[in-house]
């Protein structure tokens, strides 16, 4: 399938749509049934996560969102360009590392980027 590229300006109701998106990419890109929940709500923590950090530090920049199906691996990667993280980074982080199967986290000074993946069918 490649890459759906999605993004957002920083406000709460479009983690929703995100999460929605994530979803239908994730059900196309052959993700198993019972795994599709995780998915959505790791991808909407990440997603809160980026809002969150981009109204304090950078409300014009948009949050961007990379959904790939790389074959055997379903990947979502959300971006943000906030150069300082929010302080309750702890709780949202601890669910989306319960949720996926993989994940990455790399921070730069320019902002940080999620990298998550399933397993597909």
């Known amino acids: 399938m490649g890459t759906v590229e999605v993004a957002f300006s920083a406000l709460p109701i479009h983690v929703r ?6 979803k239908a990419v994730a059900v196309r890109s052959g993700v198993a049934e019972q795994l599709l ?5 790791a991808v909407g923590e990440a ?9 304090k530090h950078c409300p ?5 969102l990379a959904l790939t199906d790389a ?29 996926a199967d993989e ?3 790399v921070s730069t000074p320019e ?3 999620i990298s998550m993946s399933w397993p597909t069918r």
Do not use: N, W, Y
Not at 37 to 41: I, Q, S
Not at 60 to 64: C, L
């Open 71 to 99: 074959g055997e691996r379903f990947s979502v990667a959300v971006s943000d360009r906030a150069q300082s993280q929010p302080e309750d980074d702890g709780l949202s982080m601890a669910v989306i590392k319960g949720l």
């Open 47 to 55: 997603c809160s996560r980026a809002v969150e950090a981009h109204q």
């Open 17 to 22: 749509t995100a999460r929605m998106v994530t």
């Open 37 to 41: 929940d995780e998915v959505r709500l």
């Open 103 to 105: 994940l990455e986290i």
């Open 60 to 64: 014009e920049e948009p949050v961007r």
């Open 111 to 113: 902002g940080t980027t």
